[in-house]
């Protein structure tokens, strides 16, 4: 028998499990200091690029073709350079060494927008056609030599890439497998990423291009079971057990799909899918599990689904798990296998961050970090891992 398993990530609008806010980690606030003056400098006088890693599919969600408009047009952070037809970070790895800046420096400031989650990863594939860029992924590409990294005429220390997905400056290991992808074990670059859910919105009721602004969220998320309707009386219950200390108004969130301005909370609903699939040579050898009490047990003999569906973070209580066979022809070859599907559904509620409203002009202004702040960003750096490993514990 062969064995593996597919761990799938799919959000039906934004791909992203974020989270409430965290207390600060001290053990980030020696290099941030350090990271924030190189990323000023870096950002004012070396070439800078955005690369918009996905479409967006459907209207409801416009994430890509916001953040496209932004990055050409906002005043703070457009960027020289903005690319939209590369949508794997190989390609982008390629595209910095095969169009270096025209001053001969190494690139500045380099965006990287996807959809992306605080567990696991970016929904921008490595390679075209490959996998969903983890942690683990990333680290697999670097040892199997698909990803190499890139000289120091490119890219150097003061490089800075910074993630824009959703709550993935959660995920320190991903931001430490790309800064090395992209630098290799000698020029390991720093990468910068948000802690919360962000976004890019209108900042005013006109839709005018002038006006669209980069927001940060707090998000807050329920759970049910998706293959039923979401009872709105028990996401309200378990809001208020999961967040006794945050005072919102969860009747209203619950209720709300979509804002009427920026300053409103609101939720999408989405389904989290975790897929394990076992081959096997001959049918003969697959597993009977045409019964209730048949899939229970195997259900609790495989430890290692399980742990996948506990990495989600969702409670297993609210997946709903199918059992399936199915049979693959490769050339002359029948393989046959047993395939496991559990989905849960889950609400999340989101606030943006809002410095400035004005009711009356129908004007809602982002609240916009301190980039030093490490209850909202963290970065990584190689300073990062080698200096904190000798500080005093």
Not at 204 to 217: D, E, K, L, W
Not at 288 to 303: E, G, H, M, R, T
Not at 333 to 358: E, F, H, Q
Request: charged share 20%; net charge positive.
């Amino acid at each position: 028998m062969t064995r593996f398993f597919f761990f799938i990530l799919i959000i039906c609008f934004s791909l992203f499990i974020s989270c409430s806010e965290r207390k600060r980690e001290n053990t980030d606030d020696h290099s941030v200091s350090l990271t924030i003056k190189k990323y000023s400098a870096v950002r004012n006088s070396r070439t800078s690029v955005t690369f918009i890693l996905g479409k967006d599919v459907g209207v409801s969600n416009p994430y890509y073709s916001l953040a496209n408009l932004y990055y050409r047009m906002s005043v703070e952070d457009k960027t020289e350079i903005v690319i939209d037809t590369i949508f794997s970070l190989l390609g982008v790895r390629n595209y910095l060494e095969k169009n270096p800046p025209k001053d001969g420096r190494p690139w500045g400031l380099i965006n990287l927008v996807s959809h992306g989650n605080e567990f696991i990863d970016l929904s921008v594939n490595v390679y075209p056609d490959g996998p969903r860029s983890s942690a683990e992924s990333m680290m697999k590409s670097i040892k199997d030599s698909i990803f190499k990294p890139l000289s120091k005429n490119i890219v150097d220390p003061q490089t800075l890439i910074y993630l824009h997905g959703c709550a993935v400056g959660q995920n320190k290991e991903l931001l430490k497998s790309i800064g090395l992808a992209f630098g290799g074990y000698v020029n390991p670059i720093q990468v910068k990423a948000s802690k919360l859910f962000e976004y890019y919105s209108f900042s005013s009721g006109n839709n005018n291009p002038q006006m669209i602004r980069h927001y940060f969220a707090r998000v807050w998320y329920a759970y049910y079971n998706y293959d039923s309707i979401p009872d709105e009386t028990r996401l309200v219950s378990q809001l208020c057990s999961a967040y006794p200390f945050d005072y919102e108004n969860w009747h209203e969130a619950v209720g709300r799909q979509y804002q009427t301005n920026p300053s409103e909370i609101y939720h999408i609903t989405f389904c989290v899918p975790v897929i394990w699939e076992d081959f096997y040579e001959r049918k003969e050898s697959l597993p009977v599990l045409n019964s209730k009490p048949k899939q229970a047990i195997w259900f609790s003999k495989n430890f290692d689904f399980k742990k996948l569906i506990k990495k989600t973070g969702v409670p297993m209580n609210y997946f709903n798990i199918r059992y399936y066979t199915a049979t693959y022809q490769s050339d002359s070859t029948v393989y046959y296998s047993l395939k496991v599907k559990a989905r849960a559904g889950v609400m999340c509620l989101i606030k943006p961050l809002i410095n400035k409203v004005d009711n009356s002009l129908m004007i809602y202004e982002p609240y916009l970090p301190d980039q030093n702040d490490t209850d909202y960003f963290r970065y990584w750096n190689s300073y990062t891992d080698d200096w904190l490993a000798a500080l005093p514990k």
